[in-house]
C-alpha cells in the first residue's frame, strides 16, 4: 500500500513555469547556457535549472536537469521531490552541485524585484519578483486593462554574456511567459 507518488504532487507552480520557460529561452539563445573557464567558455546543449530553495540551513539550489527535454508535469514532479529532500537535509551533492543556469525567486515572500548574485561557474542567473497586478494601456472602452504584471532581472558574467546577448534571452523569456501555451508545445 502506500501513497502514490501521483497524489502527493501539486499544482503547477509559478516556479514550474519559470524553469520550463527559461530552459527554452537558453535553448533559443544557447550563449546564456554558459560556463566561464581559464581556458574556454562551455556551452551547453542541456537546461540544467538551479532554483534557489530556502530551508532552515540556509539556501541551496537543488537542479532539475534536462529541463528543456521534460514537460511541465515532469517539471512539477522533479521540483516537488527536490524541495522536499532539501528541506529534510537529504538532497546529495550531484543534486544541487552543477547546473547550467539559476533561478532565485522571491515572489512567494512579497519581493518585487530584487538583483540576484551569479552562482561561479554559471554565466547567469535570474531574480523572480512577485507578479502583481497593474494597469495597462489596452484597444478598449476605457482604454485600459488589468494584467498580471511581474519583474524579472537577468544578472550575467560579462566575459561570456554580454548585455545585449542577455537582453535577446530575456526577449526569448518574455515570448514564453507571455504565451505559456508555447511551453507545451
Known amino acids: 500500500g502506500g501513497v502514490s507518488s501521483q497524489s502527493k504532487r501539486s499544482k503547477l507552480s509559478v516556479t514550474d513555469f519559470l524553469v520550463k520557460a527559461c530552459s527554452n529561452a537558453l535553448l533559443d539563445v544557447p550563449q546564456v547556457n554558459s560556463q566561464w573557464g581559464e581556458t574556454a567558455i562551455r556551452q551547453y546543449t542541456n ?35 527536490l524541495k522536499e529532500k532539501a528541506s529534510a537535509g537529504k538532497l546529495q551533492p550531484h543534486e544541487f552541485q552543477g547546473g547550467t543556469f539559476t533561478i532565485s525567486n522571491l515572489g512567494m515572500m512579497g ?35 488589468v494584467s498580471t ?4 532581472t537577468l544578472s550575467c558574467d560579462h566575459r561570456v554574456v554580454d548585455g545585449a546577448v542577455g537582453a535577446q534571452w530575456l526577449k526569448a523569456l518574455k515570448g514564453y511567459l507571455e504565451k505559456p501555451i508555447n511551453l507545451l508545445l
Open 111 to 145: 519581493i518585487q524585484e530584487f538583483t540576484a548574485v551569479i552562482n561561479p561557474p554559471q554565466s547567469a542567473i535570474l531574480a523572480v519578483g512577485a507578479p502583481q497586478k497593474k494597469l495597462v494601456p489596452a484597444d478598449n472602452e476605457k482604454g485600459f486593462e
Open 47 to 81: 537546461a540544467d535549472i538551479s532554483v534557489a530553495v530556502a530551508t532552515d540551513t540556509g539556501l541551496i539550489t537543488p537542479i532539475v536537469f534536462g529541463a528543456n527535454t521534460k514537460g511541465l508535469k515532469q517539471i512539477n514532479s522533479d521540483m516537488t521531490d
Open 149 to 152: 504584471v511581474m519583474n524579472v
